[in-house]
């Protein structure tokens, strides 16, 4: 399965490159695009300047460009938080989408979005400060609405990156969850 991991705010740092070796062990070919073109943060707030400064429709515009080379083999859409937002749009723009892998983000969908039973399984904290329990019920409607096949899992007490080890939201038991799960659901597809 070919896979697109898109990093989080704070850049492609040692979990994305963890979570891209153990998607690789587990007989995956990922890309790991650097959307941020080496700089990494330290903070959330500094991952915000970061992107602030590049501003999201570039970042979008990067985030095509790595995968469009890549879309005719019909990729697995996935990312952290920002990254996933990313991953999101990608996907459901993309006929040949295979599966969508959210940790951590969503984004917002256009009204008349519509996708022919894509997979998406979502890993988020709960509560999470950047995703609401309004906002993903609201999203989660607007998914299955716009025919995706969606699995939620919520993390309670978690921080929202609880799976990076070098953050303080890290949560080794969900973060061990999250990837026994998503490496099942990336098997199925």
Sequence with gaps: MDIVL?????GVRPVVTAAADRLRSAGHQVHVPDLFEGQTAESTEEGLAIRDRIGNDE???????AAAPLSDRGLVYAGFSLGGS???NLALADDKARGLLLLHGTSDL?????????????????PD???SHDWLTAWYLRMRKAGAD?????????????TDPDLPDHDAEAAEQTWRLALGFLDAL
């Design 110 to 126: 256009a009204d008349d979005a519509s996708v022919d039973e894509l997979p998406v399984q979502l890993h988020v904290a709960d």
């Design 86 to 88: 990313l991953a999101q």
């Design 150 to 162: 969606v699995e939620v899992y919520r993390y309670p007490g978690a921080g929202h990156l609880f």
């Design 129 to 131: 400060p950047f995703e």
């Design 59 to 65: 970042l979008l515009k990067r985030a095509v460009a």
């Design 6 to 10: 898109f990093h989080s705010t704070y």
